[in-house]
């Protein structure tokens, strides 16, 4: 890769590292599977990266990327996690800003969500994507897209977690809330 295009896709790591990890967050419920998740698509961007800088949207081809990576991990054999009694390293201490536990009962509903209504669940009301770009990133149709999405904001209204929390009443507004 030229120099031009290896400055190029830095930066562009550097802006968009931490919206991909917190995407993949919503989309794994895990912040190790998040990192690993990110780290993928960028290496596969960073393959085709003369491919990738061309298109007319590029953070809409590394999300496609995203999704697409996500996807693979269901299909392959996934490494053994082990338990172990003591942490190899200490954990960070929470965020400090306001609503960590309201974002964490949110995230703790999108888990429960089935992993298609939970990405377009994500795509639509945390990236804010549109239908049908929602459609075209998940390789279905628009229709799909509005009937899962329906199913998934239904589940989420019935959750107790976000029973309890007064702007979780639409669950759709929480989860464009919960970004800020």
């Known amino acids: 890769m030229r120099s031009e295009d290896e400055d190029e896709f830095r ?10 990890v917190r ?6 419920g895990d912040l190790g599977h998040a990192e690993d998740l990110a780290q993928t698509t960028l290496i596969k961007a960073y393959r085709s990266w003369h491919r990738v800088r061309r298109v007319d949207d590029v953070d ?3 999300r496609k990327i995203l999704i697409n990576a996500n996807r693979s991990r269901f299909r392959a054999k996934r490494p053994v996690e082990l338990s172990v009694a003591t942490l190899p390293e200490p954990q960070a201490p ?21 992993p298609r209504q939970r990405a377009i669940v994500v ?4 990236e804010d994507l549109a239908e049908g770009e929602v459609a075209a990133l998940l390789g279905c149709s628009v229709g799909t897209v509005k009937s899962q999405a329906s199913r998934a904001l239904a589940k989420l209204r019935t959750d107790a977690g976000l029973a309890g929390l007064s702007p979780f009443q639409d669950p759709a507004a929480a989860m464009r809330g919960a970004r800020t």
């Open 11 to 20: 930066r562009f790591t550097a802006a968009r590292w931490p919206g991909l």
């Open 23 to 28: 995407t993949a967050y919503l989309l794994t």
């Open 60 to 62: 809409a081809y590394v």
């Open 94 to 114: 929470p965020d400090a800003g306001s609503g960590v536990e309201e974002r964490d009962v949110l995230f703790a509903a999108l888990a429960g969500l089935p």
């Open 123 to 126: 795509l639509r009301y945390w």
